[in-house]
């Protein structure tokens, strides 16, 4: 094979390597804060009945603007936030990222910048390289929160068009407040004078997950606030690819400018209308999961462990000498986590209570392996 770097590829993309968790066949998958529970039967029910109707149609091309499922997701969201939201200021692709993706291409891109505040989502610095927009590594605090004054003074200092806020955090599993937000929001603004303002993006991929309120009721009159949602995590559907975001609806038609057309097949459609169908049940076990979340904290403190609050499905615990060694050690004991490049920390995602249980038992073994 031509080794990749003699092909004419942008130079920014020369020596890079591509985001990729590892995919490895262990008992116990705890990598990729995915909902552990399977579809549950009656679900697929209705999916078949609903992709049978999409297929018997397929001849045509699908709703360029997926009209039923915004207005049902608009639906979702308004009765889950306390937020009135319309079809018209909700959009829909396949998965978050492409959401993300088409809001870099409309806001971003050559001679613009994005700032994030890492550790946090890595695709957010991906997405941001891929469309050609400059990167911009603001700071964290020790306890992995936004400190206020220093990311205002980071969005003063280097006036990035595009702002990206993650809480809950991934992957740390922190959750900012509303006067962070409406802060770095007003910075946004006020540092990009005779512009219209940055555009402010708050990735909800965890929301549902969260002991806080969701920040979306803010986008209300911040016509560059945006808040980016998945069906990944929360609604057990990360294989069906399916994430919004929720704005202004001016936004809806600036990412519209740039969307594929046709880009959400008509089966992604279907089979997203009925997941929405069956929100209840799913919300069902995200209640279950938070509860074994909030036990990961509790006993991972009590076997010694540094561990961050978490307001997602996931948890940060530490402290090892050496996280990678620390990775490899429990992947030996049958248990596949996440190390994220995070100094001495790794990140567990809430399981079922068996593999939570398999998974505590693992951290036990090591410590015991690497204090010895
Ligand atoms: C998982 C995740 C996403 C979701 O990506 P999809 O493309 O919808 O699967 C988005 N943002 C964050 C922070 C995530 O962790």
Redesign the pocket.
């Known amino acids: 094979m031509t080794p990749i770097d003699d092909l004419p590829i942008r130079d920014e993309l020369r020596g890079k390597t591509p985001y990729g968790a590892p995919q490895l066949d262990v008992p116990v998958r705890l990598n990729?804060?995915e909902n552990p529970y399977p579809v549950p039967e009656d679900l697929v029910r209705r999916i078949t009945e609903r992709v049978s109707d999409a297929a018997r149609g397929m001849n045509r091309y699908p709703d360029r603007d997926a009209v039923v499922l915004r207005t049902q997701l608009a639906h979702y969201l308004s009765r889950t936030t306390g937020h009135q939201v319309g079809p018209t200021q909700v959009w829909a692709a396949?998965?978050?990222?492409?959401?993300?993706q088409q809001l870099l291409q409309a806001f971003g891109g050559p001679g613009r910048t994005a700032l994030g505040f890492d550790p946090?989502?890595s695709?957010?610095a991906l997405i941001s390289r891929g469309t050609g927009t400059g990167w911009i590594s603001g700071p964290r605090t020790e306890e992995f929160n936004i400190d206020r004054a220093a990311a205002v003074a980071a969005i003063a200092e280097h006036r990035p068009d595009v702002v990206f806020i993650?809480s809950p955090?991934?992957p740390t599993g922190t959750a900012v407040d509303e006067e962070t937000v409406l802060a770095l929001y007003e910075a946004a603004q006020a540092a990009a004078p005779g512009r219209h303002g940055a555009l402010v993006v708050v990735?909800e991929?965890?929301a549902e997950f969260s002991h806080r309120p969701s920040l979306l009721p803010l986008i209300e009159g911040r016509p560059t606030l945006v808040v980016?949602r998945?069906?990944?995590?929360a609604f057990g559907a990360?294989g069906l690819?399916?994430?919004y975001l929720a704005a202004d609806a001016a936004v809806v038609d600036a990412v519209q400018l740039v969307r594929l057309p046709y880009h959400l097949s008509a089966i992604t459609q279907a089979t997203a209308h009925a997941a929405l169908e069956f929100a209840d049940t799913l919300l069902g076990y995200v209640a279950e999961l938070k509860a074994e979340r909030d036990r990961l904290v509790t006993e991972l403190t009590d076997i010694g462990c540094e561990v961050t609050e978490s307001d997602a499905n996931f948890v940060q615990f530490g402290r090892f000498d050496d996280a990678q060694d620390a990775w490899r050690r429990l992947l030996e004991h049958g248990v596949l986590v996440r190390d994220n490049g995070v100094p001495g920390r790794l990140r567990v995602t809430t399981g079922t209570r068996a593999e939570n249980d398999a998974f505590l038992d693992a951290v036990r073994a090591v410590r015991k392996e690497i204090s010895q």
């Open positions: 990729t804060n396949n998965g978050s990222n492409e959401v993300l946090s989502y695709m957010h993650c955090n991934n990735d991929a965890y980016t998945t069906m990944s995590k990360a690819r399916l994430g």
